[in-house]
């Protein structure tokens, strides 16, 4: 499946993607709220390389996120159903990842229509994460306490949730 938005194009991973990958994924800014450190090599980068490909291959929606023909992140579900995502940061502050996610989230209603809800899960400290999330419908339903150890230093979680539209309700809007 592709994904196509105003600027962007969401298909899925290829094993090509590892040198663009590892160019997001080593990039200490972009690591910054990430589950783990940045990448030193490019065998970790393969090992997320491998996950997204799996993923795809379970929920059909892990994607490689490219603009003007250049991969510039990732975003999708991971599994179903928790939405994951990373930019590079040459590329946040213009709504790409709002663009993303908002064509995930659409996709994930009409690919999965067992899904009830949609969850992320984010460093509490990444306000822009937590901005993005709340601007899809996104609601806060919990936080954690040292959740995860990244490089010596406990991070929190906060824990997101959106749930299906109602099918009687109001339709969303499909401009992402």
């Known amino acids: 499946m592709i994904l196509r ?6 298909r899925p991973p290829q094993p090509e993607d590892l040198s663009a990958l590892h ?6 800014e972009a690591m910054q709220y990430w589950s783990h450190p940045a ?10 390389l491998d996950g997204m490909l799996w993923s795809y291959g ?9 603009r003007d023909g250049a991969v510039i992140g990732k975003a999708g579900l991971w ?3 928790e939405l994951g995502y990373i930019l590079h940061p040459d590329h946040w502050g213009h709504g790409l990842a ?3 996610l908002g064509a995930i989230v659409h996709a994930t209603w009409l690919r999965h229509p067992h899904v009830a809800e949609i969850t992320a899960d984010i ?12 601007h899809l419908g996104f609601k806060l339903t919990h936080s954690a306490r040292a959740t995860i150890q990244i490089n010596g230093e406990w ?4 824990y997101y949730t959106l749930l299906r539209p109602d099918p009687d309700g109001p339709k969303p809007s499909a401009v992402f």
């Not at 991070?155 to 906060?158: F, G, K, N, V, Y």
């Open 155 to 158: 991070c929190d979680s906060d």
């Open 5 to 10: 938005t105003e600027r962007l194009v969401l």
């Open 23 to 28: 160019h997001i994924f080593s990039n200490t």
């Open 58 to 66: 379970e929920t059909g929606l892990e994607f490689t996120l490219e």
């Open 98 to 100: 709002r663009e993303a």
């Open 79 to 81: 599994r179903l159903a």
């Open 39 to 48: 990448h030193e090599t490019l065998e970790t980068t393969q090992k997320t």
């Open 123 to 134: 460093d509490p400290r990444n306000t822009a994460s937590a901005r993005l999330l709340a």
